[in-house]
T-cell receptor
Framework: DVKVTQSSRYLVKRTGEKVFLECVQD?????MFWYRQDPGLGLRLIYF???????EKGDIPEGYSVSREKKERFSLILESASTNQTSMYLC?????????????FGAGSRLTVL | QQQVKQSPQSLIVQKGGISIINCAYE??????FPWYQQFPGKGPALLIA?????SEKKEGRFTISFNKSAKQFSLHIMDSQPGDSATYFC???????????FGTGTRLTVIP
C-alpha cells in the first residue's frame, strides 16, 4: 500500500514563527499536494508539485510556500505563522499516469498558532 | 467559488437507516466523481467513485447515484452502521488534470 507520512501530527507555534510541515511518500509518485482542511470549508488546495523542484499554486497559496528537493518529499512552509493559519494540513500524492485521480492522503498535521 | 456544493453539513441517522449525502457541480468538463471517507485522526480515503457514463454504482452498502442532466450526484449508505460514522467528501475532477475539487464535507453520525 502507498504510504504518505506526515511527520508532525500536532504542532503549537507562536505568531510570527516559521513553520515547516514535512510529507514523505514511499511509492515513487510524481504528483504531491498540500491541502488545508477547515470545518465547513472542506479541503482547499494550497500548492501542488508534479516533479522535483516544480510547484504550482492552488486555490489558497497566500502565506505559504513549498519545497520539493526530492521526489518523495514535499514540504509546506509558513514563513511567518498567523492565527488564521490554525488548521489541519493534509498531504497527498498520486502517480502521474493515474487515469483516475485517486489521491492517497497522509493522516494530517494539526497546527495551532497562538 | 465552490466548484462542488455538498449538503447537508451534518447528518444523524439511526442504525439500520439510509444515509443520503448530495453534491452538485457546474463544470460539465468534470468526468470523474469520487467520494472520500475520513475517520477522526485519519486522512481521507477513497470510498467509491463513478464516471458519468453510468447512472449508478454500487459497492456493498454504498451506492452513488449520478444525474448528468441535473449535474448532481449523491451517496447512499444502506443499513447504516455506527462504524460508518465519519466525514464524507464528494469531489470532482477532469481525467488527467492534477486536481480534485472537493465538497465541504458531511459529518455523519450513526446512533445505535
Amino acid at each position: 500500500d502507498v504510504k504518505v507520512t506526515q511527520s508532525s501530527r500536532y504542532l503549537v507555534k507562536r505568531t510570527g514563527e516559521k513553520v515547516f510541515l514535512e510529507c514523505v511518500q514511499d511509492m515513487d509518485h510524481e504528483n504531491m499536494f498540500w491541502y488545508r482542511q477547515d470545518p465547513g470549508l472542506g479541503l482547499r488546495l494550497i500548492y501542488f508539485s508534479y516533479d522535483v523542484k516544480m510547484k504550482e499554486k492552488g486555490d489558497i497559496p497566500e502565506g505559504y510556500s513549498v519545497s520539493r528537493e526530492k521526489k518523495e518529499r514535499f514540504s509546506l512552509i509558513l514563513e511567518s505563522a498567523s492565527t488564521n493559519q490554525t488548521s489541519m494540513y493534509l498531504c497527498a500524492s498520486i502517480p502521474q499516469e493515474s487515469r483516475a485521480n485517486v489521491l492517497t492522503f497522509g493522516a494530517g498535521s494539526r497546527l495551532t498558532v497562538l | 467559488q465552490q466548484q462542488v456544493k455538498q449538503s447537508p453539513q451534518s447528518l444523524i441517522v439511526q442504525k439500520g437507516g439510509i444515509s443520503i449525502i448530495n453534491c452538485a457541480y457546474e463544470n460539465t468538463a468534470f468526468d470523474y466523481f469520487p467520494w472520500y471517507q475520513q475517520f477522526p485522526g485519519k486522512g481521507p480515503a477513497l470510498l467509491i467513485a463513478i464516471r458519468p457514463d453510468v447512472s449508478e454504482k454500487k459497492e456493498g452498502r454504498f451506492t452513488i447515484s449520478f444525474n448528468k442532466s441535473a449535474k448532481q450526484f449523491s451517496l447512499h449508505i444502506m443499513d447504516s452502521q455506527p462504524g460508518d460514522s465519519a466525514t464524507y467528501f464528494c469531489a470532482a475532477s477532469i481525467t488527467g488534470a492534477n486536481n480534485l475539487f472537493f465538497g465541504t464535507g458531511t459529518r455523519l453520525t450513526v446512533i445505535p
